[in-house]
C-alpha cells in the first residue's frame, strides 16, 4: 500500500526559502514518476515539479524555476526546494506519485493530475509579505 505524507510547511517572509517533505512508504521508484502539486484559495491545482526515478538516478523537471524536486531513496522521502518565495506561491501543497512504470521520463515532465494514482494530505505554505 503506498504512502504519501507531508511535512514541513509554515509561514515564511517574502524571499526566504523553504523546504518541504513528503515520507514515502510503499513505492517501487524503478520507473516512478513523482511530482509536486499547489492549490491556492480560489485556484485550480497545478503541478510545480516533477521527478522521474529509474532506481537511483533521478531526472527532475521544474515548472515554474525556482522549485527543485528531489528524492533520496535511502530516506524514503521526496523533497521540494522552494527558493524565493513569493507571496503569490501560498498555497497547499501536495505530493503526489503515478503508478511505476506508467509514464516515461518524457511523459513525467507533464505529468497532469489524473496520472498521479498516490496523494498525500497536503501541508500549508504561507508567505508573508
Known amino acids: 500500500q503506498v504512502q504519501l505524507v507531508e511535512s514541513g510547511g509554515g509561514s515564511v517572509q517574502a524571499g526566504g526559502s523553504l523546504r518541504v517533505s513528503c515520507a514515502v512508504s510503499?513505492?517501487?521508484?524503478?520507473?516512478?514518476?513523482m511530482g509536486w502539486f499547489r492549490q491556492a484559495p480560489g485556484k485550480e491545482r497545478e503541478r510545480v515539479a516533477t521527478i522521474f526515478s529509474s532506481g537511483w538516478t533521478s531526472k527532475v523537471e521544474s515548472v515554474k524555476g525556482r522549485f527543485i524536486a528531489s528524492l533520496d531513496i535511502e530516506r524514503n522521502t521526496l523533497y521540494l526546494q522552494i527558493n524565493s518565495l513569493k507571496p503569490d506561491d501560498t498555497a497547499v501543497y501536495y505530493c503526489a506519485a503515478a503508478s511505476p512504470g506508467l509514464l516515461s521520463s518524457f511523459e513525467c515532465d507533464d505529468l497532469r493530475e489524473r496520472s498521479a494514482t498516490y496523494w498525500g494530505q497536503g501541508t500549508q505554505v504561507t508567505v508573508g509579505t
Open positions: 510503499g513505492y517501487d521508484y524503478r520507473g516512478g514518476c
